[in-house]
């Protein structure tokens, strides 16, 4: 029995146990799509709170198909470089180039993500067009964690049940209303890494993931919300632009969260529109020019200083301008573009 929010009043908050059925009635197929439509409508025109889209991310978790892997590997915390998606602007993928950079620093990375809804070129989308297998089976994620150091997670893969409810969230969709699925992604991942990285299109998204990812008990995170000169929405760290980071680090020793906020800006720039791309094999032909050292610019810029956030969020850094020297050595050293063709070698096989 899913809850009638159709007439609460917008400050009622879901109790956990209620956030559990109302997950689980989601996804029986015995529960009339209507239903569904009119609860989950009725949810996001109210509002999701932190404290339910945790509840509801951990409601759905233990349903999720095990990659073999979970939260550290090897003694190291794993990370996930994702957004909420959303943004609309057809950019290269950052997030994905990111991979590559990060596992040349030794950050082992398992991405969860999809193909392009809001976009043209999803990470899976990209990754397909870069000669990378997206539907490696749960068996072979640690195998590929091992040949490469990183891995991605196709999200339909490893969230089967969520077919059931697919043909509510398209109707709604086409109806022009979002459901809380378009926010659950970044906190879907079924590896549960202990660090991540994330890039959110609102700036009242940031204190709303932060608090999920606390609530879920993440050891260590960024949320991300960065804009260009023209005042559109990135999803990603801005190079030149405005940049909002909330981020929480939980020590080793387990001691009270040390929770951070800051803004990093510089001088807006005139050529942000040189990061558009027309389609995912355009991006996946920059990615391999940034990662070759044969793309410069902007591309490069945006790139290595999400690497420097993602390294330091990760405890690989222990400050940005580390961060950013340790980005620049993986590129010019030809170190990331050597992790794309071992992860094009281990796909072929």
């Avoid at 759905?60 to 939260?71: E, H, N, Y």
């Avoid at 969860?112 to 749960?138: F, M, Y």
């Avoid at 720039?269 to 558009?276: A, D, G, I, Q």
Wanted: charged share 20%; hydrophobic share 40%.
């Amino acid at each position: 029995m899913l809850p009638d929010l159709t007439s609460q009043i917008p400050e009622r908050i879901l109790a956990p146990d209620e956030i559990r059925r109302a997950a689980q009635a989601l996804l029986d197929a015995t529960v009339a799509d209507e239903a569904k439509a009119d609860f989950l409508r009725a949810w996001a025109q109210r509002g999701e709170t932190a404290p339910e889209l945790a509840a509801c991310a951990e409601a759905f978790l233990p349903q999720a198909i095990d990659p073999g892997v979970r939260g550290n590997w090897n003694g190291r915390p794993l990370l996930d470089c994702c957004g909420t998606g959303g943004g609309g602007l057809n950019l290269i993928n950052i997030s994905t180039g990111l991979m590559f950079l990060l596992g040349a620093l030794d950050i082992p990375v398992v991405k969860h993500g999809n193909r392009g809804l809001t976009k043209k070129s999803g990470s899976a989308d990209v990754l397909e067009a870069l000669g990378i297998k997206i539907d490696l089976p749960p068996g072979d994620v640690l195998r590929c964690l091992e040949n490469v150091g990183c891995a991605f997670l196709f999200a339909p893969a490893y969230h089967l049940s969520f077919a059931v409810v697919a043909p509510v969230r398209r109707r709604l969709a086409a109806e022009g209303h979002r459901t809380i699925f378009n926010l659950l992604g970044p906190l879907l991942n079924p590896a549960r890494p202990a660090a991540r990285l994330v890039g959110v299109f609102k700036l009242e998204h940031v204190p709303l993931y932060q608090q999920a990812l606390e609530e879920m008990g993440c050891s260590r995170f960024s949320v991300v919300c960065g804009e260009d000169a023209g005042g559109r929405m990135l999803g990603e760290i801005s190079a030149h632009g405005y940049t909002v980071i909330g981020s929480t680090i939980r020590p080793p020793d387990g001691a009270a969260l040390d929770r951070l906020e800051w803004i990093f800006s510089e001088t807006p720039s005139p050529t942000f529109e040189t990061l558009l791309v027309a389609d995912a094999k355009e991006s996946a032909r920059r990615i391999v020019a940034l990662l070759r050292g044969e793309e410069r610019g902007l591309g490069r810029e945006m790139l290595i200083l999400n690497a420097a956030i993602a390294s330091w969020t990760h405890g690989t850094a222990n400050s940005l301008e580390e961060g950013l020297e340790q980005g620049t050595q993986a590129l010019d050293s030809g170190r990331a573009h050597e992790r794309l063709k071992r992860w094009q070698e281990f796909s072929s096989r």
